[in-house]
C-alpha cells in the first residue's frame, strides 16, 4: 500500500471524524469536549492533504496521522471506559465510532509502514 493511498484514507476518516464530532455537537450541545473527535479528524485530513501536497515529506506527514489515530485509540477508548456512557447516546456513539474510526486507519498506516519497509529491504538486498 503507497503513501498516496494512505494519505487519501486519512482525509477519508479525517472527514468522517469531522462529522462524528460536529453533528452529535449541533443536535445536543452539552460540551466543548464533544468536538474533540472533529478536532482529530481536522488534524487527520490536515495530515493527508500535506502529504498529497510535499510527497516528498509525505512519510512524516503520515507518522503524525498515525500518532493522531492512536491518542484518538487511547483516549476515546480511555474516556468511554472512564464514564461509561449509553451507545445508544450520542456521546457514547461519538467516542465509539472514534475508537473504530481512529484505529481503522491506524492499523492501514502501520500496514503501509510495514509494506514501504519491506520494500525498501528488498531493494537494498
Known amino acids: ?14 472527514v468522517a471524524l469531522l462529522v462524528v464530532g460536529s453533528v452529535p ?3 445536543e450541545w452539552k460540551s466543548p469536549t464533544a468536538l474533540i473527535p472533529a ?25 503524525g496521522a498515525a500518532m493522531v489515530a492512536l491518542l484518538g485509540v487511547l483516549g476515546s477508548a480511555g474516556s468511554f471506559l ?10 457514547g456513539a461519538s467516542q465509539l465510532l472514534s475508537v473504530v474510526l481512529c484505529g481503522v486507519f491506524l492499523f492501514w498506516a502501520i500496514q503501509s509502514f510495514k509494506a514501504a519497509r519491506l520494500a525498501r529491504e528488498a531493494k537494498q538486498a
Open 25 to 27: 455537537s449541533i443536535i
Open 1 to 14: 500500500m503507497n503513501r498516496g493511498i494512505v494519505s487519501k484514507k486519512a482525509i477519508m476518516i479525517g
Open 39 to 63: 478536532f482529530l479528524g481536522l488534524l487527520l485530513a490536515g495530515f493527508g492533504v500535506a502529504a498529497d501536497q510535499k510527497p516528498a515529506m509525505s512519510h512524516h506527514f503520515m507518522h
Open 82 to 91: 472512564a464514564r461509561r456512557p449509553s451507545p445508544a447516546s450520542w456521546a
